[in-house]
């Protein structure tokens, strides 16, 4: 049964990139080194070796330890006689109150070069903090875009099959002044080295991997179906879709395998790459307000989205959502919800002042206007009432 379902989604990316190859003018970019596979850390310690004599370790307080992926990197550091501090405070979506102190103990102790461990806030945090240090931008300029390429060196090694960015030139930081999520994007903070080692992903409970699992789906359904995808990115986000895709069942019930942690991370890192030229759309900007005013995941609240958004085209007649839907072994937009709420389990309930209030913040993000189709402020209203209606 898998391999007829392995050829059909084959089929349906090749089809879909010949439609593609219609817009023959794209530019796709990925500088970061990508070193996968168990171990991969100790083994290969010379892939950071030039990097900068002293390495700012920043991670949460609790998952690098835990996951075994600091003493990892001390190992690696340490066969190449590199220094290192540790900053273990990025909490959940970092703030820019903590970029800063990280930034400033950069400075203090004489790091040149940061070395991320975590999921998605922990190297968001630290590709904020390599720039912030060797730029010195002001608080109240961060999110302006007026950077250049002079960024310290990054390293990333992820512990969820979750947010890409390891092989990703954005970092979302929240942002109080705005009460929402906001982006610094541009080709300086891509890491330089990505060590992605599927052990750590063994040591994630439940609703973390649900919940990080959705959001590498979101990254690769809405890459594919963004204004800005390529024949190249369609390829990597149909293939990111069939790696996730058979391990649904078993993340549904919790007993996800080693082999599936491995698919799952390879997947995660190919939506990565997906998003690192396409963006995200809608399913993203309409989460930002669900975790900065109710606390909910950023994968739980891009799932929570995604079902309303795809029958938002649907109504509208994009054929492509059709392509996506394939991949998955799926013909309806009813079979994609169904999945995804089985996943996400009892919903949220919002006020329509709620609702409302959070429409008036999407509408300005530059994530709604990305998507294949334009969606407009009643219709991201409409969107959000049939998510939570």
């Known amino acids: 049964m898998f391999r007829i379902l392995y050829a059909r989604v084959q089929y349906c990316i090749f089809t879909s990139v010949q439609k593609g190859m219609k817009r023959m003018e794209f530019t796709y970019f990925t500088p970061a080194k990508v070193i996968f596979g168990k171990d991969c850390i100790r083994k290969n310690p010379s892939a950071m070796a030039g990097l900068g004599k002293k390495a700012l370790i920043v991670s949460g307080h609790h998952a690098a330890k835990a996951t075994g992926a600091l003493d990892d990197c001390i190992a690696a550091l340490s066969a190449n006689g590199q220094q290192y501090e540790v ?209 909910i995941d950023h994968g739980r609240a891009n799932g929570l989205v995604l079902p309303a958004l795809f029958r938002f085209y649907e109504k509208k007649g994009v054929s492509k959502l059709y392509d996506a839907l394939a991949f998955m072994g799926m013909k309806e937009v009813r079979e994609f919800a169904d999945c995804i709420d089985g996943l996400m389990g009892d919903r949220e309930t919002f006020t329509d002042d709620e609702l409302k209030q959070y429409t008036e913040i999407a509408a300005k993000s530059g994530n709604v206007k990305n998507g294949i189709i334009p969606v407009n402020k009643e219709e991201i209203l409409s969107i959000y009432r049939d998510a939570f209606s």
């Open 87 to 295: 900053y273990d405070k990025v909490t959940p979506n970092p703030t820019v109150d903590v970029i800063y102190e990280g930034a400033g103990m950069i400075e203090s102790e004489g790091c040149d070069f940061v070395l991320c461990i975590g999921g998605g806030s922990p190297m968001d945090a630290g590709k904020a903090m390599a720039l912030i240090a060797a730029q010195k931008i002001p608080a109240e300029e961060l999110f302006a875009g007026h950077y250049t390429m002079n960024v310290l060196p990054i390293v990333a090694v992820p512990t969820t099959a979750g947010t890409g960015s390891e092989v990703t030139k954005a970092s979302i930081i929240t942002n109080d002044a705005a009460k929402t999520k906001s982006s610094i994007t541009f080709e300086g903070i891509f890491p330089k080295v990505a060590y992605c080692d599927s052990r750590y992903l063994g040591q994630l409970n439940h609703k973390t991997q649900v919940n990080t699992v959705v959001d590498a789906l979101s990254h690769a359904l809405e890459g594919f179906l963004a204004k800005k995808a390529s024949p190249v990115s369609d390829v990597l986000a149909g293939t990111a879709i069939r790696l996730i895709t058979p391990c649904l069942k078993d993340l549904k019930e919790g007993t996800v395998t080693s082999e599936e942690n491995d698919q799952l991370l390879l997947a995660s890192t190919l939506a990565g790459m997906v998003i690192a030229n396409t963006g995200t759309t809608a399913g993203h900007g309409l989460g930002y307000s669900l975790t900065y005013f109710r606390h």
